[in-house]
């Protein structure tokens, strides 16, 4: 496999645009994450989904941050209007058995936001 | 969630053993105790985990306290590529994974 594909690898966009993140987990994996990181919060929980039903979103910021898991191998984070503090790398991981085993994390999208 | 508490950096020397502690004083009976790194500019990695025995692979050692409020990760013989965040952490099954600050670990050669 692969491994935890996420595109695009780099994104700069002008405030106020739409944003969306791609997530593409490992096969037979039954649990996503998204996960943001910045200098000054490190790495923060953003959203978790379990058989594509997100679990827990309570570390969304705000309702400009929306989180989909159509099915098992695909998943998109939008963020819509983009602001500079949004600016981060954003992550996303997948496990199987969320918790009882390893996760194994994409290389990240880092997002600018001018 | 537990907390854990771990030094904030460590330095090693090249090709030498490496302990990096935590303590996890709060820990309940389920949770395990992970351990992550994170190289720069890469995403977190999974070292090793374990519940209540220690635990040996390919990459480090975990050694868990008979009471389990504290934990090791050992890295043998530390490389110039082992220096990165490590990070400890308590997860119960069917939850996600809550980061801390991490040690940082400098190796020298």
């Known amino acids: 496999d692969a491994g935890v594909i996420q595109s695009p690898r780099h994104e700069v966009t002008e405030m106020g645009q739409e944003v969306t993140l791609r997530c593409k987990p490992i096969?037979?994996?039954?649990?996503l994450f998204w996960y943001r990181q910045t200098m000054m919060r490190g790495l923060e929980l953003l959203i978790y989904?379990?058989?594509?039903?997100?679990?827990?979103d309570s570390g969304m910021p705000e309702d400009r941050f929306s989180a989909k898991m159509p099915n098992a191998s695909f998943s998109t984070l939008k963020i819509q209007p983009s602001e500079p503090r949004d600016s981060a790398v954003y992550f996303c991981?997948?496990?199987?058995?969320?918790?009882?085993?390893?996760?194994?994390f994409g290389q990240g999208t880092r997002l600018t936001v001018v | 969630d537990a907390k854990t508490t771990q030094p904030n950096s460590m330095e090693s020397n090249e090709e030498e053993p490496v302990h990096l502690p935590c303590n996890h004083s709060?820990?309940?009976?389920?949770?395990?105790i992970h351990w992550y790194r994170q190289l720069p500019s890469q995403g977190p990695e999974y070292v090793i985990h374990?519940?209540?025995s220690n635990v040996n692979n390919r990459m480090a050692s975990l050694a868990i306290a008979e009471d389990r409020k504290s934990s090791t990760l050992i890295l043998h013989r530390a490389t110039l590529r082992d220096a990165a965040v490590y990070y400890c952490?308590?997860?119960?099954?069917?939850?996600?994974?809550?980061f801390g600050k991490g040690t940082t670990l400098s190796v020298s050669s």
């Open positions: 991981a997948s496990s199987l058995y969320g918790g009882r085993t390893e996760a194994f």
């Open positions: 096969s037979g994996h039954n649990s």
């Open positions: 989904f379990n058989n594509n039903v997100p679990i827990d």
């Open positions: 709060t820990i309940s009976g389920t949770d395990y």
């Open positions: 374990g519940l209540t």
């Open positions: 952490i308590l997860n119960q099954a069917g939850t996600a994974l809550i």
